[in-house]
C-alpha cells in the first residue's frame, strides 16, 4: 500500500516562498507520475504541477508557471514543490498524488494515491 505525506504548508505574506514535500512511502509502485493538486474554499480542486518520474518531463498549470517548480529526490522518495512570489490566490490545500498516468497529467483520476494534504495560506 502507497502512503504519500505532505509537509511543509504554513502561511506566509505575498511575495514569500514556501517548499512542500511529499514523501512516498514506496516510489517504484506509486506509478510514474507524482503530481501536485490544490483545493481553495468554495473551489474544485485544480492541478498544479506533475513530474514523471526517474527524470522525466514536468508540467505545470498555466497559472504557477514561472513560480513554482516541482522536482524529485530518488534516494528520499520524495517530490517537491518550490513555490515563489505567492499570491492570495495561491491559498489552498495543497495535495500530492502519485499513479500511472496514461492520459492527461492535470486529470484527478489518474491518479490512485492521494495524501491528506498540506494548507497554504497567503495573506
Known amino acids: 500500500h502507497v502512503q504519500l505525506v505532505e509537509s511543509g504548508g504554513g502561511s506566509v505574506q505575498a511575495g514569500g516562498s514556501l517548499r512542500l514535500s511529499c514523501a512516498a512511502s514506496?516510489?517504484?509502485?506509486?506509478?510514474?507520475?507524482v503530481a501536485w493538486f490544490r483545493q481553495a474554499p468554495g473551489k474544485e480542486r485544480e492541478a498544479v504541477a506533475t513530474i514523471y518520474t526517474g527524470g522525466g518531463n514536468t508540467y505545470y498549470a498555466d497559472s504557477v508557471k514561472g513560480r513554482f517548480t516541482i522536482s524529485e529526490d530518488n534516494a528520499k522518495n520524495t517530490v517537491y514543490l518550490q513555490m515563489n512570489s505567492l499570491k492570495p490566490e495561491d491559498t489552498a490545500l495543497y495535495y500530492c498524488?502519485?499513479?500511472?498516468?496514461?492520459?492527461?497529467?492535470?486529470?484527478?483520476?489518474?491518479?490512485?494515491?492521494w495524501g491528506q494534504g498540506t494548507q497554504v495560506t497567503v495573506s
Open positions: 514506496t516510489y517504484t509502485h506509486s506509478g510514474n507520475c
Open positions: 498524488a502519485a499513479g500511472f498516468v496514461r492520459g492527461y497529467w492535470y486529470t484527478q483520476r489518474e491518479y490512485k494515491y
